[in-house]
């Protein structure tokens, strides 16, 4: 049995508190209003928290953390009251969820039913996040420099956006002035999600496409329409029921990213991540002439974990 006293409260608090005082003014300057404040920074306490205005994000990482029924729900209790005090945000503003591994699409399955949507604002863009009924917001605030990096390259260029979730990098190519996007989903609930999103920036318009798809089926299909910049981010995972095929991007990442190699123009530039923490890139596979890794530089400032994601910058 774990008692109370071997969790140290006053440290979790503190760094809460002084995490969130640097990072705010940082957030500040960058006109960002969610960022992660905490990022399992000490062991006895492995959370994500993320601030979204006035409301926290709490992700708790399962662990074999040795603790009787009770003296775990004593220890939630307790990091609960921590994470209200130090971050001055009302227990009925946190929203609390246990992130452990997900298999095929259970990481976009509804968790409730609440609609607890807020917009919030990034690089002057404004985002609709659902904080209560999915395990993820609709917004991963790890991509956030990536994102910054298409819209400073989409002036004049023809957009692709696989695996786009919610759309925010449609959003930040149409903002950074695309001529065409192209967003391909499975999910119905997610491209209206993402058309939601460039309604609240005054982004409509003809020029913009949503199609429905299994991405990896929509690759093998004879090439229709060549692309300047391409975003591919697929789940490490997926077994649909919708899909055509089961989705490993471990196993199938040459296959998805020489799909993309075929729809690329000659100038192209494709973004492939992937948040598979032991992912592998087999180079030797690909049909790109330049493969660069630019994961450090697609790391934000906020997220501690190198590892949160894995980044290249490909061409011809």
């Known amino acids: 049995m774990v008692c109370m006293s071997s969790f140290d409260f006053d440290s979790f608090a503190n760094r809460l508190r002084k995490m969130d005082k640097h990072l705010r003014k940082w957030a500040r300057k960058k006109n960002i209003t969610c960022y992660r404040v905490y990022d399992a920074d000490l062991p006895s306490f492995p959370l994500a928290v993320d601030r979204y205005e006035a409301y926290l994000h ?113 959003v930040y190519a149409a903002a950074g002035g695309a001529t065409a996007t192209t967003t391909i989903d499975l999910s119905n609930t997610y491209l209206e999600w993402a058309k939601r999103n460039l309604e609240q920036n005054n982004l409509t318009g003809p020029q913009h496409e949503y199609v429905r798809a299994d991405v990896k089926a929509w690759l093998q299909q004879p090439v229709a329409q060549m692309y300047d910049l391409i975003v591919l981010d697929p789940p490490t995972f997926s077994n649909s029921k919708a899909m055509y095929d089961i989705l490993d991007t471990q196993r199938d990442h040459p296959e998805l990213i020489n799909g993309c190699l075929k729809r ?9 991540s992937t948040n598979f923490r032991k992912f592998k890139l087999e180079p030797e596979k690909l049909h790109a002439s330049r493969i660069k890794d630019i994961t450090g530089a697609t790391i934000p400032k906020d997220f501690r974990n190198p590892k949160i994601h894995h980044c290249w910058l490909l061409q011809h």
């Open 58 to 170: 709490v992700a708790e990482y399962k662990k074999d953390h040795g603790m009787d029924e009770d003296s775990y729900r004593l220890w939630r209790a307790g990091t609960r009251r921590a994470l209200s005090e130090a971050l001055e945000v009302p227990n009925a503003n946190i929203y609390y969820k246990e992130r452990k591994p997900q298999k095929g699409r259970e990481q976009y399955e509804k968790l409730s039913k609440q609609q607890s949507e807020i917009i919030v604002q990034e690089n002057g863009l404004l985002f609709i996040v659902n904080l209560a009924d999915y395990l993820d917001t609709g917004l991963f605030l790890d991509h956030r420099p990536t994102r910054e990096a298409v819209r400073a390259q989409a002036e004049g260029k023809r957009v692709l956006n696989l695996f786009a979730y919610t759309g925010s990098f449609t």
């Open 264 to 272: 690329l123009s000659p100038e192209g530039l494709l973004y492939f």
